[in-house]
């Protein structure tokens, strides 16, 4: 049974350029999330994607967004890179119910110089 | 006052020391509740759920207190695999987001 997937494990990208980082929920589950996580930081909630709509937004600018695909897969984009924007981007994938519980991928360690 | 508030840690705890931690939360709403590990540069690894006033697993134990609004977890016989950064998380019941402390950092001394 595949976990959670993400790719690329690490990206350096320079300020002003555009990201896209890519999620597969672990099987049977329908519903993908994106966290970013700063060092020292608990995961930050970036969105949640289900049925291929966003269901809710963390406080993040429009610069993120996302999508998700027929077979639940997901992409996180990011525009206007900013030297802030380097953290560990989390993907957790659950199955929609009422308890959420939420699994993660192994993250997409991003810099930006 | 913060969503979600962690001691702010870190603990260093011997072998088979007994290690608890507390988290409150803000939202009186909030239905379920979660306990997550994570290693150094890693993701983080559900641990263990709570939904009524508690569970047990093992060396682990989690309990909930409504009231209060706080949710610790108790390590007994703490090993040292055991260190690690652990992560309390809260969701409402009509949110679909998980709101996370900012991890309570263990290293288990030998």
């Known amino acids: 049974d595949a976990g959670v997937t993400q790719s690329p494990t690490h990206l350096i990208k320079t300020r002003g350029q555009q990201v896209t980082l890519r999620c597969s929920p672990k099987?049977?589950?329908?519903?993908v999330s994106w966290y970013q996580q700063a060092l020292g930081q608990g995961p930050q909630f970036i969105f949640q994607?289900?049925?291929?709509?966003?269901?809710q937004r963390g406080n993040f600018p429009d610069r993120f967004s996302g999508h998700q695909f027929p077979n639940y897969s997901s992409e996180l984009n990011v525009n206007a890179l900013l030297l802030g924007d380097s953290a560990l981007y989390l993907c957790?994938?659950?199955?929609?119910?009422?308890?959420?519980?939420?699994?993660f991928g192994p993250g997409t360690r991003l810099t930006v110089l | 006052r913060k969503e979600v508030e962690q001691d702010p840690g870190p603990f260093n705890v011997p072998e088979g020391a007994t290690v608890a931690f507390n988290c409150t939360y803000s939202?009186?709403?909030?239905?379920?509740f979660f306990w997550y590990r994570q290693d150094c540069r890693k993701e983080p690894k559900l641990l263990m759920s709570v939904y009524s006033s508690g569970n047990e697993d093992g060396r682990f134990t989690a309990q909930l207190n409504r009231a209060s609004q706080y949710i610790s977890l108790l390590i007994r016989d703490s090993k040292l695999s055991d260190s690690a950064t652990y992560l309390c998380?809260?969701?409402?019941?009509?949110?679909?987001?998980?709101?996370f402390g900012k991890g309570t950092l263990l290293t288990v001394n030998p």
């Open positions: 939202n009186s709403a909030s239905q379920s």
């Open positions: 994607y289900y049925e291929e709509e966003e269901r």
């Open positions: 957790a994938s659950s199955l929609d119910s009422y308890y959420n519980e939420q699994f």
């Open positions: 998380a809260v969701n409402g019941g009509s949110n679909y987001k998980l709101t």
């Open positions: 099987s049977g589950h329908d519903t």
